[in-house]
């Protein structure tokens, strides 16, 4: 029988949640109510998930302006509307993507939809350990890590604490030929109020992640080491990249593109 604790229909996980917020239907009833809990502590989660999706497409559309033709995408999450592959292939038909998600349900409902796909694939990995990442047999099969790559980071990297997100960033990094691009959405904490940061926290450590990590605009500028940042910088998801009045607009996820 299966366990309450693992079993997904029990156990709600960070990529059914988000599925939850974008008001897809991968989700069971455990997924639902915690984002139910966390659109208690943050009203403009919903907002803030569909300003982050936004960002993702503008972001693949500006790497592909800039001759990118693959794309790893860490933390991909449950497929849904304007997925990598579909913006990429859309302008790029011979675009190539690697879905990486630590979460089954999410690399699985990714492999049906491309299952047609010999262009883009799902694995299941966990970005804590980059060098399985890496070495895994479809990124070698579908990827060329000798060519410029886009490295899709977007809003992972706070489901991941520092010891770890720090050394497997600067892994993968490292594994980027120059030219590709690095491309980050991260929860910020600056107007987060500290009881609601509490509440996420003890939210998400009954998921599949430990917790959710939001960090300062310093800490999350660390994670392009010196990649070269494409303005405007780091700015409020919904700002990048033509900018804004700088205002958070209820947002509190920032966002950056850096040049390897
Ligand atoms: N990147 C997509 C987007 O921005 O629309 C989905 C983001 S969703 C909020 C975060 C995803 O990161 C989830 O699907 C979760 O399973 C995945 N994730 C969390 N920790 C991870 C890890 N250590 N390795 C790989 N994926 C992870």
Redesign the pocket.
Known sequence: MANADTDPAHRP???RI?DALLGGNHNFAADREAAQHLLAAIPGAGEMARA??AF?HRAVRFLLDRGIRQFL??????PTVGNVHEVAQRRAPDARVVY????PV?VAHSNDILKDNPSAVAVQ????FPEAVLEHPSVRALLDLDQPVGL?L???LH??PDDDAYAAVARLRAALPAGSYIVI?HGVLEIVEDAATEQVTALYRRT??SAAHGRTRAQILRFFGDAALVPPGLVWVHEWPDGGDGEPHGMAVVAAVGQV
């Open positions: 996980s960070s990529a988000y982050n999706r993702l995408d860490i933390g991909s999450g449950i990486v998600d630590i979460d999410a990995a966990d970005m804590r899709l977007v809003a992972v489901f991941v959405s599949d992640v």
